[in-house]
């Protein structure tokens, strides 16, 4: 077998993306395009429909955008799937609430104004808490996770001297009304939502990223080939726990109140965790559809069935629906059918030409080999 | 005095929350689901056993005899029906439908009894035996008893029947069970029934020791969680030592500080011995390879 | 001068003496074999050497220096590369972010922060992808691949990272006979520029073609060594491997298991 000699020519990078780009993945226009026009109707939104109603549903919407963002970054891309994330949103809610009441701020933009320490302190939190969780793998860590949340709430319970305990604590809400009142927190969330998403993007196409992903298939490995595996996973985590504990803190602000055992709450990581999967865990875009999605029928639901459980009910349903229908998520699934269509069409069409002018190198005879097409599905 | 009261109540209550594990630590060990909707089934059994008890005038453990077999049949169906079709990520895709699972259970529970607390009341139920200064509330000596009697009948079947033979095959090795012919799907469903019928029974004695509504579950599944993992996931032996540990150190915490920090030494507890033995007290290796 | 030297090595699990006093060494720029039954050690040896396991008593020295007990990260680091008996790649990354997360060893927190994929590193990239035939499928998810074409990945995120001694454990086990040429081609080139490979593998008609200088491991040691050609004839080499009264031929042909 003749096997070209490995002579390091040098290539122009033009020629090397054309080599390594993934000829079913579209373009880098249409990506940012697309990302584009998603901000625009996301903007435009509560400016079309002012029914304060609706724009609350588009601020709950936007708490859990920022938050399943920020919590992908972490749970997504190292595959450490956290059910703890609570930690640091009731981190977020009490540091706000806190401040507020101790500092006695009263007016809405200076309330507003310190929300970024919510996130400092959801990510200040996530240190001591990544180094004991980070210890352990898979099944045990997410179980760890959910313990420490309760670790948290019952603290939050056990010195009402510092958090009201059962009682709560109560934040003086902005004096604004109707969506004077939404509005602020419907952008805000969207910003920040846009920054995590920037971040998330940033990670996604950075060494230490990379590595994250490395972890998630194989950590051992990837320790082998000098991944910093510990340092990664933790300043993974303080990242995403930075995000998450801003959605507490406009979360405290915006609801008004703060309580243990709503702070603190395992339903809000199945919520997170959920909404990611349902989009597409590890990806950059899956997270968004699945808030964008499922964030509204949360809450139409309960508002609609909210007077019973009823909405637990349709909403549970729901879930095992999707989760069993669209095991991989909602973008991935749809990648890899368009994929499918895109690699049938050409392979019509390399058929229909004839493969005589394609210039046969060593690695095309290898990838012609049997059982190798290159758009052959289904791993392990 | 009050420190041997707060053991006696623990060891006796170590004994439900034993049961109550062992049917999460054996799901697991098998299937490798983490069964989080074990804290409702715990309650939806003591709501077949509060309902069955009162309308049938019947005496809550004959009450046993229709729930267990119903929730069996119930395990057996969410299996076949929710968790046999998931392929990639089992651990936290059966997770995540064991939750939408327990949700769907806590809303049906909740629109049919309402958020109110409820107890399972019998007649025996509130007299207790008196051995020196310290108290052994009948329904605990109960509890005690019908955990110990599960319990052991667990142990018979996993050691003494072909299909406990077989379930231990696939705890160990899931592929070399299959090649060995084993029909893992029906093991795994016949275990999820087994582990959620001895959740029911131990609702039966959690509903008679304890005022309960739906929401009553997440509390007990993060302490059965707890448990699962001091016990070393997959161990019912392990489980079994530590709940009894843990309910020891929390009444004793409970009877000598406040009830408050009983609770929360129970998940402080498990942070420093996972800083320790991060495969938990009882269990052998972090995880299988692959 | 030898590159890799072991020194009574010394491993057991439980009561089972994996490696019992292995020593044996490595020359530099040889391409080397290590055959031997299964459970004979030879994986273990590997795991030993490359820091995924540690030895009950024993050194290994790499390059003069003391590299026993060294974490697997940093072992890569000084320069030895290995493939796995049961193929290692990430399947959910593609074909070319493979080959990143090996070429990522520089430096510190400021560099990690940068594109994994700069100018620079993905002209390295093509040229391993060409040089071992995989760049057709860069942006496939690794996980699609063939098995030989995820052990010939494999191969590829060892080389990217320029290591001056790569350790390949069964390369040719499962993969197709031209898929097996091409690797063998593939790494007598990275060994005339001069890259020490060692090679365990049960495919004798590939070791002993390949190879500069085989070594018989038993039981946890070393049995004997030297040029493929005296090996084969070595009497106490057919009675380990095959029994004793098992032909030369049976050696020479086949497969070892």
Not at chain 1, 39 to 56: H, I, K, Q
């Amino acid at each position: 077998m003749a096997v070209a000699e490995a002579a390091p020519e040098l290539l122009s990078p033009a020629e090397i993306d054309r080599a390594f780009r993934d000829p079913f993945s579209p373009s880098k226009r249409t990506k940012a395009t697309s990302w584009i026009v998603l901000l625009a109707v996301l903007t435009a939104f509560p400016l079309v429909f002012t029914n304060p109603a609706v724009t609350s549903i588009g601020v709950f919407t936007m708490f859990f955008l920022l938050a399943v963002v920020g919590w992908n970054i972490f749970s997504g891309y190292s595959g450490y799937i956290s059910i703890g994330h609570a930690v640091y949103y009731g981190f977020g809610q009490y540091t706000v609430a806190l401040l507020i009441m101790h500092l006695g701020i009263t007016s809405g933009v200076s309330e507003l104004a310190i929300v970024p320490l919510a996130g400092l302190a959801g990510a200040a939190v996530a240190v001591p808490v990544g180094l004991l969780v980070l210890r352990v793998r898979r099944h045990t860590f997410i179980v760890l996770t959910i313990a420490v949340m309760f670790i948290f709430q019952l603290l939050a319970f056990n010195f009402p001297s510092i958090t009201g305990g059962s009682t709560g604590l109560n934040v003086t809400p902005p004096p604004w009304s109707g969506n004077d009142y939404n509005l602020p927190f419907y952008y805000i969330a969207l910003g920040t939502a846009a920054i995590g998403l920037l971040t998330s993007w940033a990670v996604r196409r950075s060494k230490f990223g990379l590595g994250l992903l490395a972890i998630r298939d194989d950590e051992d490995r990837a320790k082998g080939l000098g991944i910093k595996v510990t340092r990664a996973k933790l300043i993974a985590l303080v990242l995403s726990a930075f995000f998450v504990g801003i959605a507490g803190g406009l979360y405290a602000i915006f609801i008004g109140q703060v309580f243990p055992q709503f702070a603190f709450t395992p339903f809000y990581d199945l919520y997170l965790a959920v909404f990611a999967f349902v989009g597409g865990l590890g990806t950059l875009s899956g997270p968004v559809f699945g808030a964008l999605l499922l964030g509204p029928l949360q809450q139409y639901f309960e508002l609609q069935f909210g007077a019973t459980t009823l909405y637990l009910i349709i909403y549970g349903v729901l879930f095992v629906v999707i989760l069993l229908a669209l095991p991989r998520g909602i973008v991935p699934s749809l990648a890899d059918r368009y994929r499918t269509f895109l690699a049938s069409r050409w392979r019509r069409a390399e058929e229909r030409r004839g493969v005589e002018g394609s210039g046969v190198t060593a690695g095309s005879m290898i990838a012609s080999a049997p059982g190798a097409a290159p758009a052959e599905r289904g791993g392990s | 005095m009050l420190v041997l009261q707060g053991i006696v109540d623990g060891i006796l209550a170590g004994a439900l929350y034993a049961l109550m594990g062992s049917g999460l630590t054996l799901v697991f060990g098998v299937m490798e689901v983490i069964n989080f909707a074990q804290g409702i089934i715990v309650v939806l059994g003591a709501y077949f056993t509060y309902t069955f008890a009162s309308h049938l005038g019947v005496d809550p453990f004959v009450t046993l005899l229709l729930t267990i077999p119903i929730m069996f049949t119930l395990g057996y169906a969410v299996y076949m029906l929710l968790l046999r079709p998931i392929k990639r990520d089992r651990v936290i895709m059966s997770l995540l439908v064991m939750y939408a699972t327990a949700v769907v259970i806590e809303g049906v529970l909740d629109l049919i009894f309402g958020g109110t607390l409820v107890e399972v009341t019998a007649s025996y139920g509130t007299s207790s035996v008196h051995l020196g200064s310290l108290d052994f509330p009948n329904v605990y000596l109960l509890a005690f008893g019908l955990s110990a009697v599960l319990l052991a009948a667990l142990y018979w079947i996993l050691y003494h029947t072909k299909f406990g033979r077989s379930l231990r095959a696939t705890t160990q090795n899931l592929t070399a069970a299959k090649l060995v012919g084993i029909n893992v799907d029906h093991v795994s469903a016949l275990t999820l029934g087994i582990g959620v019928g001895l959740g029911a029974a131990g609702g039966m004695l959690f509903g008679m020791t304890t005022p309960f509504n739906a929401a009553s579950s997440y509390d007990l599944i993060s302490r059965l969680l707890v448990i699962v993992i001091l016990g070393g996931f997959g161990s019912v032996w392990g489980a079994g030592v530590a709940a009894i540990v843990m309910l020891v150190i929390e009444d004793v915490v409970a009877v000598v500080w406040s009830p408050v920090w009983g609770q929360t030494i129970f998940y402080l507890v498990l942070a420093l011995v996972l800083m320790f033995r991060p495969q938990g007290l009882f269990g052998r290796r972090l995880a299988r390879a692959q | 001068m030898s590159l890799i030297e072991i020194q009574e090595i010394a491993k057991t699990y439980g009561g089972i003496h994996a490696l019992d006093g292995c020593t044996l060494s490595f020359e530099e720029g040889h391409i080397s074999g290590l055959i031997g039954p299964n459970g004979s050690g030879k994986t273990t040896l590997f795991n030993v050497v490359t820091g995924y396991e540690q030895p009950d008593s024993g050194s290994v020295r790499f390059d003069g220096d003391a590299i026993t007990r060294l974490s697997p990260d940093k072992v890569f680091d000084r320069g030895i590369g290995r493939t796995f008996q049961l193929t290692r790649i990430f399947p959910r990354m593609n074909v070319v972010e493979n080959l990143h997360v090996a070429a990522q060893r520089s430096g510190g927190f400021r560099s990690e922060l940068s594109r994994w994929s700069s100018t620079s590193e993905r002209a390295r990239a093509k040229e391993v992808l060409d040089f071992v035939g995989l760049t057709r499928l860069a942006s496939e998810m690794a996980g699609n691949l063939s098995y030989g074409q995820q052990k010939l990945l494999e191969f590829a995120c060892i080389i990217i990272a320029r290591p001056r001694v790569i350790l390949l454990d069964e390369p040719a086990g499962g993969i197709n006979p031209t898929l097996l040429r091409h690797l063998a081609s593939r790494i007598r080139a990275l060994n005339d520029e001069g890259i020490t490979f060692v090679v365990v593998e049960h495919d004798m008609e590939f070791v002993m073609g390949l190879c500069h200088k085989v070594c018989v491991m038993h039981q946890g040691r070393t049995l004997c060594s030297g040029h493929p050609d005296e090996v084969r004839q070595d009497p106490l080499v057919l009675e380990a491997y095959l029994g004793t009264d098992m032909r030369e031929a049976d050696l020479t042909r086949s497969g070892a298991n």
